[in-house]
């Protein structure tokens, strides 16, 4: 994870700014502009939530007509259960970019992040465009992952260079989310660049890829949101030539890179979790296939029960074993499940593990990060899954987020 004064690599060929809009709060930056090269490519997925924000429904129909040029991205305030009226405000904000930038309207896609069901006050965002414009520079990451943050704590940025060919490239990442967090895809927006140049099959298919282990697979409390998205961009400035076969090493080079930027992303979501105290890695082996395991592991991760067993670091396993035995795994066979804390068993075959001690457990969960391991003695298959403990400070946070 990343603050504002840690190491990040800008992306030529892309460039930012951030500026105070007022959308929520006064005296912070609030909106952001990204200008993607000319010839840039982009690939993007989004929620699977059916009440879809309306940027969301914009940012689609965009992206079926041309390739982008300009993303603009607000936080406090979601445009999401507005309607018609939040339609047209995701278009006015387009518009304005647009006309700015002398370029169509779909050439924009709208990005939003914050409170549902509250209008977006469309006119603090047209009015903040021409000073984003002003301030666009390659180098502006940082400013631009604090603007997108809302109950976040922290602003998350990542970046690693990888070799590709004869050269190297740049993979660069921003996301925000600490609540709202659960699959499909996670509030969480991410955004991505590298400066490679990549078939535009590919880049799609390198962005679901790198998604499916890290923002598809994490929780904080269960709740997909409205308006998750999270877009990769290409923009082939790096020269060399350009990635056109998956089953080239230029291809899996680039690709385990996007995934490892994606995946230290993903775990700062869940680390910034609201008001968590602890990073819990839920591992499901012995599975008789994957959706099984993943079955099992979102239990484990969702249960309000063992969530605040974790805050209080009490090694209660009956409720792990509990999550187990009613994630609707058909045939079961409780006898056959182990379960571990890190390295030390508290459950064997279904019962207690003669040598366990609720010393040993405790001592694993007072860590700030350590792993619950089930075996589910059914076959072959495995899934991780990212979670946090659930706090008093979730409750007050959440409690108070429109205050």
Known sequence: MSTDEAPFSAVTGVRLSAVAAGIKYADRHDLVLMELVEGARCAAVFTRNAFCAAPVLV???HLEKESPRYLLINSGNANAGTGERGLASANDSCASVAEAAGCASHRVLPFSTGVIGEPLPIDRVTDAVSGLF??????AWPEAA????????VPKLVSRRVALGRGAVTVTGMAKGA????PDMATMLAFLATDATVDQTLLQQCLEQAVAPSFNSISVDGDTSTNDACVLVATGAAGGDPVVHPDSDAYRALSAAVTEVCMELARAIVRDGEGATRLVEVVVEGAGNGEEARQVAYTIAHSPLVKTAMFAADPNWGRILAAVGRAG???????????WLDDTCIVRDGEPARDYTEEAGRQVMEQDAYKVRVGLGRGEQAATVLTCDLSYDYVRINAEYRS
């Open 134 to 139: 002003a301030g666009l520079g390659e180098q």
């Open 59 to 61: 940012a689609r129909q």
């Open 146 to 153: 604090r603007a997108i943050m809302t109950t976040d704590t």
């Open 179 to 182: 609540g709202m967090i659960r």
């Open 329 to 339: 795994v058909e045939k079961l066979d409780i006898g056959g499940v182990s379960i």
